[in-house]
């Protein structure tokens, strides 16, 4: 996602960072419900979706960035323009990335295939080690700030 310097000062704001943490769960139920209502829980998915691209749009900056979620944002939008900015990322630095990147990832694969199946316990599993790596990314993002 393409995200200009004043987007990325707004997501700074730490209930832009927090808000975006708690469209998780609500994607997840959005993806669930059509076990209640068929074809309309694109409704639902289309909505979260909607609101996880305005997120970082619409709160104001920050009154202040010393925090923890800000940081990681800054942290962010360092790690992810390094190529075209030519910063030079310190290689553990990557690595840590890679290694949550990888974390992240092989919950939502769990978390798809719970949704697909309809099952809770992969569902709620793939939710949490997701949620695991997306919080270690940021926290690993912080140390780039």
Request: proline share 6%.
């Amino acid at each position: 996602m393409s995200m200009s310097e004043e987007v990325w000062f707004r997501h700074a704001n730490p209930w832009s960072g927090w808000t975006r943490f708690a469209t998780y769960p609500f994607l997840i139920l959005a993806f669930w419900s059509r076990a209640w209502i068929g074809i309309w829980f694109l409704i639902p998915v289309a909505v979260v979706f909607i609101w996880t691209w305005l997120n970082p749009r619409v709160f104001p900056k920050p009154e202040s960035t010393n925090n923890w979620m800000s940081k990681g944002v800054f942290g962010e939008k360092i790690f992810t323009e390094r190529k075209k900015t030519e910063t030079q990322i310190p290689s553990h630095h990557v690595t840590a990335a890679n290694i949550t990147t990888i974390t992240s990832t092989i919950g939502v694969a769990i978390l798809v295939y719970g949704l697909v199946v309809l099952e809770i316990w992969p569902t709620v599993a793939g939710a949490s080690i997701g949620i695991l790596g997306k919080t270690w990314y940021v926290d690993r993002m912080v140390w780039l700030y």
